[in-house]
């Protein structure tokens, strides 16, 4: 009779093998797809500055506004990433 009472036990568990949504997966390649772009365009920009025929104190300072764009571009995608982690994280704890 304690058999019967362990099984009883087991159906009742949480069910441990979890699969992550499926629209994580495509929002996950869209995200880092989306940074690739941003980060390509950046070093592009970057590249562009350094030989441009600028002064050194121009382009320090195209640079310098170029890496705050930068900087705001990425945020709202890091965020995305952050939440998206966090939606893995809980998923499989």
């Keep these: ?10 159906q009742k568990a949480p ?5 992550y949504s499926p ?3 495509p929002l996950l390649q869209t ?4 940074l690739a772009d941003i980060d390509f365009a950046f ?4 590249e562009t500055i350094k030989h441009s025929p600028a002064d050194e104190e ?3 300072e195209m640079i310098a506004s170029l890496w705050r764009q930068h900087r705001e ?4 995608y890091i965020r995305e990433l952050a939440a998206l982690r966090e939606r893995i994280e809980t ?3």
Aim: proline share 3%; hydrophobic share 40%; no cysteine.
């Design 15 to 19: 069910n441990r093998s979890r699969v």
């Design 1 to 10: 009779m304690a058999t019967h009472v362990e099984h009883s036990r087991l």
């Design 23 to 25: 629209d994580i997966l």
């Design 73 to 76: 571009q990425r945020a709202p």
């Design 31 to 34: 995200v880092l797809a989306d």
């Design 58 to 60: 121009r382009k320090s």
């Design 91 to 93: 998923t499989f704890i």
């Design 43 to 46: 070093e592009k920009s970057l």
